[in-house]
């Protein structure tokens, strides 16, 4: 593969105002390899850039790929559903916005679950997108596409979006870098919602420079979204290469106590501790006593918001309709029942229950004070120490239709990610090593607001690690092996199935 | 047969007249062409999300300060999940248990509540089409939809149709005062619905009570009532029953008629909006809200019958019609002589009102100083009310002064001395018969003399002066 | 636990058509996910708020100034069916 893919974004733009590459090589490089994607990574591959970016923008003209969870003007944007089969917005989400504003164009949309619910990246009406260290496995979800597609060098980066890991499992699975900012810090503005109190846009990148580059043209306060607010501080590109005197602290409930942890993933999440150690990082032992309550809790907020957000896909405006249907009634029913896939319905079932007459109090309800006091739980933790640290992911990528049939063992895939939303803090995610020629990944989160501190620790251990992920830009599809199409043609059949968000 | 007392609640819909919509951008629609009024926002396009009016909360504050409401310092949106084609994101952001505005009181009934909510859009039945066959088919209009309303509860303290038709006029013209909203029922910025039930006179106990819809004039409003107390009344009476409903009025046959119950019993699964932050009411919010209030018309009432000395009835119709009682008190002050302000006032709410109807005085040709000018000389007996009406007859259909009115139509008063004199010997002259029955006592011959004389001076003359001058000729 | 009477009226409540087979299935997967929800329970919640937002923005209102609406035919264009001038659907009840 030629020496510009194997630039890193950062290094790209560097080389793009140093006038050593032209944003239109980069284009064409990054066009061509998107366009022979083989691994399903993508819904929908740009022709031309939109605008011709200044190779003096903040972002060189290195090209963007952002999950199909983001409308863009006049672009198929399907957020992985039938029932959205071929819609084009009138108007382009906040986020890329900003990220085609500083310089770069958007290359291509990215297949996730259907409405960013899964953690396989199966649950797309469009196929499953494959894991380029392994096309026998799945690149976890819902980021799936976005994760494969820069693990694979289709991409110099992307964004993803995280509501209960869908940005920081997939980039774990797939051994990239993986942010979910605070709560609030990027707008939601043109972001199909799931979980609105959730949901947070983030990059996926090769690694924490690129995260941190990225990231800084993504977050402001946007007057369209009343929840966003204004990054206290301008995002820095990190430079520690030393953990001096910062403190770790361990949540028995999420690392060693956790269940379902693979003892390979065990095993790099210690030595990358023993390494941080090494760089002057005080590493101990602390509480999240509620976490383990935060899969229940999730998996009432979640489906209960996403039963209110997804009631607008009802064939009036937009979309699928199932016609014929006589009455009203049963146009809505007959269309939501076509376009809406397995995991979907299973959601909105459990959300519109866990709201209804009766229920409200004992789930819902409930659910949101179990939230409260997770949030008191990393309050206390972040009163002694700087970042609470666990793996990204309690396994490996595991393999095309593991779990499907499984929607619990899926679920549990959030087991140490889901937290962090339910407290609004920031949380990354970097690969950490191998296990049997598949990533295992090292999660930070910090308190609100906390991010260039987290991406200046997650950039010291990077460099402590050394993790290459070159392998997976390399890896081709087996001749007679599982490629994208045939990923495709096997999807149709699963892919009404199984996982989170 | 017991006698029964009604037991009345209403809650009311106002649209406000902000510029643009609850949570986006849009203009207000006014009766433009269907669903060019809309963004992604109101159309509720995936990803978008609601940015709450800044005037509609302030206008809200404004209601809340005039019904004397408690202000919560902080309150939450709530979403309303149903599906209807009508209800583009599949639920109405609306309040629920943290409103903006709990208790108050205006006049003699208690409000409830006060809060914000969006309108629905417009649903357009439009028949059969052939394209799906025998399909009913209706058309969604988005214009509307979005519109900021808040929502006023009242306690049940109405007792009586007219009570109810009353207590809304004043609520009507409150708003009007406020400036918050045109509040037309007609047009559907003012929309009421009514609680209604029945109790033994003199019981504190509630019975069951029936909700009333599509009440969309004043006067369907007071029917609807009427008809369903009748109807409560009657089922009482034979020992049935009151079954707990919501109906529907039909304003062709003055019936009500019960609304289609849903197959599932309603559920709307409320929870607190995620995409809106709590709104939280300043010191600052509820200043700048009260700076703004007018006096309103119970204030306006009680003003004109202890300062200006108006009476009840007076006072009370130049309030309720706010540009009537703006009308009124510009004629007053453009009056320098100290005008007697019950005659300005009957003049306004008699005479004037008479000759231009429900339109607004101030788009009327009588201008408030011309109004005042003219009762000026009626009270100076410059002219007499007769021939003022004349005038009044002119400066309605084309403005102008009504001096010079009088100047040229030469309907001056004639004072008495010899001009009038002259007429009155004349009308003697003219009618014996007239002058035989009154010699003979019969004082009511007189009015066949005043007559002429009111005939020859087109009303100009004081009748009393003719009188006194025909007896003094007659020597009587 | 969730039986199938409820998932049926929760179908409704939700406008989700389900099959004979989706029915049978959804009452046992959600009865699944819902028994490990119900660790939960065993907490002690007693006085404890609820969190319906993690971020400390109030009001945050905007200013009452008009911005252009969207041409008609944009507002129509991906619409399953419309009369040219609106959105056309069964009639409610219909
Ligand atoms: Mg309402
Ligand atoms: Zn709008």
Known sequence: MSGLLALAAAEAVESVRKRELSPAELWEAYRERAASDDLNAFTWVAEEPQ?????????????????????????????????????????????VGRLMAAGAPLLGKTNPDEFAMGSSTENSGFGPTLNPWDRHRVPGGSSGGSAAAVAAGQAPWAIGTDTGGSIRQ??????????????????????????????????????????????????????RD??????????????????????????????????????????????????????????????????????????????????????????????????????????YMRTRAKGFGAEVKRRIMLGTYALSAGYYDAYYGRAQ??????????????????????????????????RVDDPLAMYLSDYCTVPMPLAGIPAISIPNGLVDGLPTSFQIAGPAFSE??????????????????SAARESEAEPSGHGGQEARGRSQERRREGGSG | MTDYEPVIGLEIHVQLATATKMFCSCALGFGEPPNTRTCPVCLGLPGTLPVANRRAVHYA?????????????????????????????????????????????????????????????????????GRIHGSDQSVVDFNRGGTPLVEIVTEPDLHSPEQAREWLTLLRTTMLQLGVSDVRMEEGSLRCDANVSLRPAGTAQLGTKTEL???????????????????????????????????????????????????EAHDYRYFPEPDLVPVTVTDAMIEEAGAELPELPAERIERYRHELGL?????????????????????????????????????????????????????????????????????????????????????????????????????GAIAGGGELEAVVEAAIAANPEAVESLRAGRDKAIGAIIGYVMRETKGRADGGEVTRLVRAKLEL | MIDRAEVLHVATLARLELSEAEVERMTRELSAVLDHIETISRLDLEGIPPTSHVIEVESALRPDEPAPSLPREVALAAAPDTDGEGFRVPSPGG
């Not at chain 1, 006091?373 to 793996?391: G, H, Q, S």
């Not at chain 1, 260039?452 to 992920?469: P, Q, S, T, V």
């Not at chain 2, 005085?361 to 009406?389: I, Q």
């Open chain 1, 51 to 95: 605008l011709e970016p200044a190779a003096t923008a903040p972002l060189g003209g290195v090209p963007l790929a952002a999950k199909d969870l983001f409308c863009t003007e006049g672009v198929p944007s399907q957020a992985g559903s039938r029932i959205l089969e071929g819609y084009r917005p009138p108007y382009t989400a906040t986020a």
């Open chain 1, 170 to 223: 997939p980039a774990a699975l797939c051994g990239v870098v993986g942010l979910k900012p605070t709560y609030g810090a990027v707008s939601r503005f043109g972001m199909i919602a799931f979980a609105s109190s959730l949901d947070q846009a983030g990059p996926l990148t090769r690694n924490v420079t690129d995260a941190a580059l990225l990231l800084a043209h993504m977050v402001g306060r946007d007057p």
């Open chain 1, 226 to 331: 009343s929840t966003s607010l204004a990054f206290p501080t301008e995002i820095e590109l990190p430079r520690a290469e030393d953990l001096q005197g910062v403190r770790l602290g361990v949540p028995e409930e999420l690392a060693a106590g956790a269940e379902g942890i693979e003892p390979g993933v065990h095993d790099n999440f210690e030595a990358t501790l023993r390494l941080a150690e090494g760089l002057g990082a005080e590493v101990e032992e602390c509480r999240l006593p509620h976490a383990p309550y935060g899969l229940a809790a999730y998996y009432l907020i979640a489906p209960a918001e996403a039963s209110s957000n997804l009631a607008r896909f009802d064939g009036v405006r937009y979309g699928l309709r199932v016609d014929g249907a006589l009455e009203l009634r049963d146009m």
């Open chain 1, 369 to 402: 004070r179990v939230r409260t006091k997770i949030v008191e739980d990393f309050r206390d933790a972040f009163a002694r120490f700087d970042f609470v640290v666990t793996p990204t992911s309690p396994t490996v990528a595991f393999e095309l239709g593991a």
């Open chain 1, 452 to 469: 260039n501190r987290i991406l200046a620790a997650a950039h010291a251990l990077e460099h402590a690690i050394g993790f290459d992920g």
């Open chain 2, 61 to 129: 504050l404004m209601i809340g300060l005039a019904l004397g409401c408690d202000l919560a310092p902080r309150s939450l949106f709530h979403r309303k999940n149903y599906f209807y084609p009508d209800l583009p994101k599949g639920y109405q952001i609306s309040q629920y248990d943290e409103p903006l505005c709990r208790g108050g009181r205006l006049g003699d009934v208690r409000i409830h509540r006060v809060h914000l909510e969006e309108d629905a859009a417009k649903l357009v039945h439009v028949g059969t089409s």
């Open chain 2, 213 to 263: 819809k599509n009440m969309n004039s004043f006067g369907f409003l007071e029917r609807a009532l009427r008809a369903e107390i009748e109807r409560q009344r009657e089922l009482l009476d034979s020992g049935q029953a009151v079954v707990q409903e919501t109906l529907h009025f039909d304003p062709a046959s003055g019936t009500l008629m019960p609304l289609r119950s849903k197959e």
């Open chain 2, 311 to 411: 009476t009840a009835d007076s006072a009370r119709q130049l309030a309720f019609r706010v540009e009537l009682g703006d009308y009124f008190e510009r004629a007053l002050a453009a009056d320098g002589q100290g005008l007697e302000a019950q005659a300005l006032a009957n003049w306004v709410g008699g005479e004037l009102v008479a000759r231009i109807g429900e339109t607004d005085p101030a788009e009327s040709k009588v201008a408030p100083e011309a109004l005042a000018s003219l009762v000026g000389m009626v009270s100076a007996r410059a002219v007499t009310p007769g021939a003022a009406k004349q005038v009044l007859d002119r400066l309605a259909s084309q403005g102008g002064d009504p001096a010079r009115i009088v100047e040229a139509e030469e309907l």
